[in-house]
């Protein structure tokens, strides 16, 4: 028994330590001043990230555990993710602080939620048990709603948090929908029980309904198409650091949680939902690279970029287990590296009130600050897919792992959108180096005060901590880039890791030749 409880507090010691750092700031945000700085509780809610980020790698000398009834599940695999997802609330939080510093009285609760947030997507990780990921999910996508309407003053803020809402409640019913189809197929949740039952009986119609739910629902939180429809409002209308966020972490634990149940839970299905799965990746990608061609503003262009990206991942589905899991694991790493660095620019080019927003806007901010300006240069190519960055090596494993599964034309149509995609992220690149006319228009309202000249005069002494975050995410998606090997390594060992141990898939995960 004294095993069983430590097990159980060995296994979610960071969400708990996390946890203690969100109600914590929460009980000291109302006991500050009215007009006093919250930035000392932005800095404490990073010192929580540090620290869970280091528990949670420590949690690797401790082997796989297995706790809560086998409901938690500690190993390589969720330790991948965990890490990830730490790491994009870290650099979220590092641009959030200027970001918000002297613009809002309550940035305490913005800081709270997002430790929360990242607990829940923690806990997405780690869970075999379909009821605790609903839990995780749950606990994620609450704090991120209201995150993203956060600046209640903006209209587009408020549209932002409600439509997420809305059709996130909605693909929360597919979800449960597929839990409860999985439950009446197999008698259980529990997807170490899932897998045995599914590999030693004939296979109920009901599972091949409950996987579709599912996918249906993650599809959703990744948006993914044709389940996008949310995503361009919701990244124009939110925060520039909330975006960063909630564009690459809950997409990670999404995708953590789809790659365990499909490749562990519903491994002997793969020929079936493998099919979906490359018809969802197809359309993302078309949708999301022709719907970037038509924008004008920048965050609606990174918005259907995403869904191509989501697109570009969900290719490694239709790979043999461990190429795809490895392949998956790593592409969400690079992703989350270039584009919370993507957005962390935008934070810092923008302000509270957002005043650069469209292309035009962006004319000639590299000439006037350069470091921005390479900085969101080198994160564009990255999501090209340019060699020496995290995005060409996360794009030719996943490729690399379609070609060996045989689905030559899936690839094509990958390489054929990695092109498109080069037109609107290159004319992005050539605006900022562009030398702007004198009297070239601005979008919307803005005056001549508002140009892009006149966003640097800040005393860069205060923005540091920006400027960390910004170093932090340029490092990240280089050593992706220029040495890849460890990551991949790491990546492989995560994917052997999802089989549970003694499961009828094991072999599957280990030998990716029992299935060519």
């Not at 190993?75 to 790491?87: G, P």
């Not at 899932?194 to 959703?220: D, E, Q, R, S, Y």
């Not at 292309?359 to 990255?382: I, K, Q, W």
Request: glycine share 8%.
């Amino acid at each position: 028994m004294l095993e069983s409880l430590s097990n159980n507090v060995l296994a979610l010691l960071p969400e708990y330590v996390l946890t203690l750092f969100g109600v914590i700031i929460m009980l000291a945000e109302p006991m500050l001043p009215a007009g006093k700085s919250r930035r000392s509780l932005g800095w404490f809610a990073v010192l929580g990230t540090l620290i869970t980020t280091g528990l949670t790698l420590w949690q690797l000398h401790l082997g796989i555990m297995n706790a809560f009834s086998d409901s938690i599940r500690v190993d390589a695999y969720s330790v991948f993710f965990q890490v990830v997802i730490c790491l994009v609330v870290f650099v979220s939080l590092l641009s959030s602080l200027d970001f918000l510093d002297g613009n809002n009285s309550h940035a305490g609760e913005y800081y709270a939620l997002s430790c929360f947030a990242a607990v829940g997507m923690m806990l997405m990780c780690c869970s075999t048990e379909l009821l605790m990921v609903f839990i995780g999910l749950e606990i994620s996508s609450i704090s991120t709603y209201i995150m993203a309407g956060y600046r209640k003053t903006e209209a587009t803020a408020t549209e932002s948090s409600l439509k997420y809402f809305l059709l996130g409640s909605f693909a929360t019913a597919f979800f449960l929908y597929g839990i409860a189809l999985t439950f009446g197929a197999t008698g259980s949740t529990n997807l170490n029980v899932v897998a045995k039952v599914i590999t030693t009986t004939n296979t109920p119609v009901l599972a091949i309904v409950a996987v579709a739910m599912i996918i249906i629902g993650i599809g959703f939180k990744v948006s993914a198409a044709p389940f996008h429809v949310w995503t361009p409002d919701v990244y124009q209308g939110a925060p520039p650091p909330v975006v960063g966020m909630m564009s690459t972490a809950p997409k990670a634990a999404a995708f953590a949680v789809l790659l365990r149940i499909l490749f562990s839970g519903y491994a002997i299905l793969q020929p079936r939902w493998a099919i979906l799965m490359a018809v969802i990746a197809t359309l993302s990608m078309c949708i999301g690279n022709l719907g970037a061609l038509l924008q004008r503003d920048v965050k609606r262009m990174l918005a259907y970029s995403s869904i191509a990206h989501a697109g570009y991942l969900i290719c490694a589905f239709t790979a043999l287990p461990t190429d795809g899991i490895a392949a998956a694991a790593l592409y969400s790493a690079a992703y989350a590296a270039m584009n919370v660095g993507a957005f962390t620019v935008i934070t810092l080019i923008s302000g509270y009130k957002e005043t650069v927003r469209t292309g035009e806007d962006y004319t000639g901010m590299a000439l006037r600050h350069p470091v921005l300006g390479a900085a969101l240069s080198f994160f564009l190519l990255s999501m090209i897919g340019i060699p020496f960055t995290g995005g060409f090596f996360a794009k030719f494993y996943v490729f690399t792992g379609v070609l060996h599964a045989g689905h030559v034309k899936l690839a094509i149509i990958g390489l054929a959108n990695s092109g498109v995609a080069c037109y609107y992220y290159l004319r992005l690149i050539i605006r900022l180096y562009s030398t702007p006319q004198p009297n070239e228009p601005t979008s919307g309202s803005f005056t001549s005060a508002d140009r892009p000249e006149t966003l640097f005069t800040q005393e860069d002494g205060r923005r540091f901590p920006g400027y960390i975050a910004l170093a932090a995410a340029v490092i990240a998606t280089l050593v992706l880039g220029v040495w890849p090997g460890r990551f991949v390594a790491t990546a492989r060992t995560a994917a052997i890791a999802t089989a549970p141990a003694g499961d009828a898939t094991q072999n599957t995960v280990n030998d990716p030749a029992a299935l060519r």
